[in-house]
């Protein structure tokens, strides 16, 4: 999977201009917020259980909101940047720009909260959640390779290893439940 980590030699380095490659935090909380709202989904809906997608949506959606600001909240100390003058907008503005967990997270929850007016079951939408997940995973992976310059063949091995992390956890679904 490949999250804008890779350091190129210069002479190797993929060339994009600087205002229209995605930031590095873009990429690596897009693939994270769509693998934990996959895995929440799937845990939350268990066969035998009186069925409220309401409250897992809503379950998704915090849990979403926390990482994020948990994650924004790492980055802060690891950095040290707590210490600087500004330390709380330095915080605030690290935690902020973890948004693209929470976006990502959102068709779950949308799908989730439509099983709400018993339009379908929660399973139905869960199990399409997953499926969307899963999909998503594959085209945020090529658009990730893309974007920093690698070539179709290489984009097409990203999207399919950032789609193989959703099907494991469509496949851990069906064994447990």
């Known amino acids: 999977m490949y999250h804008g980590a890779h350091r190129f030699p210069p002479s190797a380095a993929p060339q994009r201009t600087p205002d229209r490659q995605p930031s ?6 897009g693939v ?3 693998v934990l709202a996959s895995a929440l989904a799937a845990a939350l809906d268990s066969p035998g259980e009186v069925s409220d997608p309401g409250s897992d949506a809503l379950w998704v959606l915090l849990t979403a909101l926390a990482s994020a ?5 790492a980055h802060v100390i690891a950095h040290r940047m707590s210490a600087d003058r500004g330390g709380v907008r330095i915080g605030l503005r690290a935690m902020l720009a973890e948004w693209p967990v929470v976006a990502a ?10 099983a709400v007016p018993s339009w379908w079951t929660e399973a139905a939408a869960v199990n399409t959640a997953l499926v969307l997940n899963t999909l998503l995973l594959a085209g945020w992976g090529v658009w990730t390779a893309r974007s920093v310059g690698r070539g179709r063949a290489a984009s097409f091995r990203a999207g399919t290893a950032d789609m193989l992390i959703g099907l494991v956890i469509i496949v851990a679904n069906a064994l447990i439940k």
């Open 24 to 29: 590095e935090t873009r990429l690596f909380s």
């Open 32 to 34: 994270y917020g769509l």
């Open 69 to 73: 600001a948990a994650h924004g909240y």
């Open 105 to 114: 997270a959102a068709p779950t929850v949308v799908l989730l909260l439509t």
